[in-house]
């Protein structure tokens, strides 16, 4: 199970921002296709699902969810455990859930080509859908759901919003402290685009604390809610490299967008950000 703390999150408490909220409420509202969350492992993604599960239940709206395991149940919502040895996986479960028509549908993880499939049968036949998928930034996760084999079609078709997160620990704000910017710490923000003060907030300790410099955990976001200029791009079949470009022009913000605010204003450290974005390169940040 997770931790109580984790998943009792509301949307405005994750960390997205006011357009961040505002993209999470306009799909809400009535948006329909995908919301996809990807991320890599314990990047906070189920969290994210959970706090709008808790606002799809707050709008009487008729949720069924699939999940592999159930990791917190919540009153109002009939969620269902992927059970392998009796023959229910994603996919199959999905298909049971398409049979009763729910407002929403949640899918724990698409991992499999045949989740996909399913996935996209139902987007496609006008049902909303959320789910997570691992990926490393939102770009790379068109490539993830072409990976698995939906069409450029089906993508531009169902896909409505993609965020990618990350976890990272929040600075403790009885102790944290400035100090000057490490040379190899202003070498990584500038071959990202970014010019740092001379100092940063970084970890120090306290009784507060338990002397760990931290408190508490955060997302860093990276929210693309697809335009229809970006389902013409995908549509022509466009590569990462030139939906980054054409996003970049339409002043799409990055994860290190979100991660450089949070730094700046001393929510959390550039150490957290550099551990929690180890894998992406430099490349992927460009804009
Ligand atoms: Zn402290």
Redesign the pocket.
């Known amino acids: 199970m997770l931790d109580p703390d984790r998943v009792t999150h509301r949307i405005q408490d994750l960390g997205v921002g006011a357009e961040g909220l505002q993209h999470f409420r306009e799909w809400l509202d009535g948006l329909t296709g995908m919301f996809l969350v990807s991320g890599s492992t314990s990047s906070g993604k189920t969290t994210t699902l959970y706090a709008l599960l808790h606002e799809l239940v707050e709008r009487k709206q008729h949720v069924l969810t699939i999940e592999d395991p159930v990791e917190y149940e919540i009153d109002g919502i009939n969620q269902i455990q992927v059970d392998r040895e009796h023959g229910l996986d994603f996919a199959s479960g999905l298909k049971s859930m398409l049979r009763l028509d729910p407002d929403y549908m949640m899918v724990g993880e698409l991992r499999d080509p045949e989740a996909v499939e399913v996935a996209a049968r139902a987007a496609t036949s006008g049902h909303t859908l959320l789910s997570t998928i691992h990926a490393r930034d939102a770009v790379s996760t068109v490539t993830a759901l072409r990976n698995y084999g939906m069409t450029a079609n089906e993508i531009a078709v169902t896909v409505s919003v993609i965020v990618n997160q990350r976890l990272v620990r929040k600075?403790?704000?009885?102790?944290?402290e400035k100090e000057a910017i490490r040379d190899d710490d202003r070498a990584w923000l500038e071959q990202r685009g970014i010019r740092p003060h001379r100092e940063l907030w970084t970890?120090?300790?306290?009784?507060?604390?338990?002397?760990?410099?931290?408190?508490a955990r955060t997302g860093i976001f990276e929210i693309w809610r697809l335009s229809s200029t970006d389902y013409d791009m995908l549509l022509s079949g466009a590569d990462e490299r030139n939906i980054r470009r054409l996003l970049a022009q339409h002043h799409h913000e990055p994860l290190v967008t979100d991660a450089w605010e949070k730094v700046e204003s001393g929510i959390t450290s550039l150490s957290e950000v550099r551990r929690a974005t180890g894998a992406l390169r430099a490349d992927d940040w460009q804009t």
């Open positions: 600075l403790c704000v009885h102790c944290r970890a120090s300790g306290c009784k507060e604390c338990l002397h760990t410099g931290y408190s």
